[in-house]
């Protein structure tokens, strides 16, 4: 069995949103390296949140700068119409959002099908229980623990709250996305979370593998 496959082992996914993007190959190797678990990869279409960033032509370079499972957090509209091409590009966990216009369920099952690890996040905002009849579809559910768009923003600790009632039930991964770093880790994995999403806390460190050390030890 694969490491990523207990779902209480401590996981830490440096997201790449905070990376050089003009080395990204040996920024990503470099944490690789460091032994982080997985690289998370920021999906956004401009219209879901108000930022643009990676498509599956990117992905699939990062494919080829890292032997890590790729875990790929899609915040677009319309993820049933993407998920194929992600797939094809290297991507092993593909998380969607609940609040997408498009079939939820029916995208979840075409990530399964499709050979990869399904997700499911929410916003802030959103009630937990939006949630329900979607976890028996899922591997990871996906806390975010910011306002999904940006890297760089305030930890928000209400959002624990969502960590602690989810953990009561559920078997699978919890992640927490946004605003992880020293101050926060522990707090995140004390609620319940054993996957955590960090950008700029790693890659805005000046030594990336004291920083995951740090993390990881925090989170232990
Ligand atoms: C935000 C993204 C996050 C982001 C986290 O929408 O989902 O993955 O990169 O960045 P930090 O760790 O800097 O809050
Ligand atoms: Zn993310």
Redesign the pocket.
Known sequence: MTKWHQADRVLIAP????ANFSKLAAEIQEVEQAGCDLI?V?V?DGHF?P?LTIGPVVVSAVRQSTKLPLDV?L?IDDPGQYVEEFRKAGADWLTIHVEIKGDVAGTLKKIRQLGAKPGI?LRPKTNLSALKPYLSLVDLV?V??????????A?MPDMLAKVKELKKGYKGHISV?????AATIRQARKAGANLF????????ATDRKKQIDELRRLAG
């Open positions: 997201s790449i949103l905070s998370h920021d956004m949140v930022n957090h915040m996040s996906l975010m623990t910011v306002e999904p768009g940006f890297g760089g923003q930890f996305d946004g605003g992880i770093a999403v960090a950008g700029s806390a790693i890659f805005g």
